[in-house]
């Protein structure tokens, strides 16, 4: 709980400037995503950390999040999937065959707070 609540809190560098949907081979750099609602993540997501080791990618969904089945996130140029969160929310769905790097965590619906590493 101590872990999410950090995380959720720390500063958005990119409030509502990326569609709710990511992934269709797009590409992506460090830093803190913020979706005003539910999102998704369909075909590739590349997380780019630019040469650095301790690159940080946190993605917030200020609802549900849905990983479509096959979707694969891959990480480029120094990522480590240590620093890669996913918030949700709501309710996290993740599709058959994906592929996913990072750690989930989905707060809301009948469940208390959820924490999945992949």
């Not at 992934?23 to 539910?38: C, D, K, L, R």
């Amino acid at each position: 709980m101590r872990l999410y609540i950090h995380i959720n809190d720390i500063f958005v560098t990119h409030p509502g400037t990326h569609p709710a949907a990511f992934g269709a081979g797009e590409t992506i750099h460090p830093g803190v995503y913020s979706i005003a609602g539910a999102g998704s993540v369909g075909g590739s997501l590349t997380l780019d950390g630019g040469g650095n080791p301790d690159a940080v990618f946190i993605i917030k969904y200020l609802g549900a999040m849905t990983i479509g089945a096959t979707s694969r996130i891959i990480l480029i140029n120094g990522t480590r999937a240590i620093y890669v969160y996913w918030i949700a929310e709501g309710a996290i769905s993740v599709g058959a065959g994906s592929i996913l790097k990072g750690t989930l965590f989905s707060n809301g619906g009948q469940f208390p707070l959820q924490q999945i590493a992949i």
